[in-house]
């Protein structure tokens, strides 16, 4: 069992950076994938980025060098490193595990509640 627990989200302008953190409960986190998800209103939950537990980096095409995903496994932690932010990005930020990587939603196993990331012009 894996408990994910998000912040960091806010409301800022364009041009902005923002960092989220994602704290996990649970022994094995270091054999977990970690990601990260965004779902805006209307729209589905898409993939953004995702860390394997040997610090293999994936991101999402949209991101094009923007975003930076990390980990600390002594701390439990995960964090999504936000820069130059826009509109667009604006959405619901969620933390995700699994023991795999995959970009689909469906196949991952453990969720947080989400941070709000809203982004102005």
């Known amino acids: 069992q894996v408990r994910l627990l998000e912040s960091g989200g806010g409301a800022v302008q364009t041009g902005v950076s923002l960092r989220l953190s994602c704290a996990a409960s649970?022994?094995?986190?270091?054999?977990?994938?970690m990601g990260w998800f965004r779902q805006a209103p209307g729209k589905e939950r898409e993939f953004v980025a995702s860390?394997?537990?040997?610090?293999?980096?994936y991101y999402a095409d949209f991101v094009k060098s923007r975003f930076t995903i990390s980990r600390d496994n002594a701390r439990n932690t995960v964090e999504l490193q936000m820069n130059s932010l826009k509109p667009e990005d604006t959405a619901v930020y969620f933390c995700?595990?699994?023991?795999?990587?995959?970009?689909?939603?469906?196949?991952?196993?453990?969720w947080g509640q989400g941070t709000q990331v809203t982004v102005s012009s």
């Open positions: 995700a595990a699994n023991k795999f990587y995959s970009r689909t939603a469906a196949s991952w196993e453990y």
């Open positions: 649970g022994r094995t986190f270091r054999s977990y994938s």
């Open positions: 860390i394997s537990w040997g610090a293999t980096t």
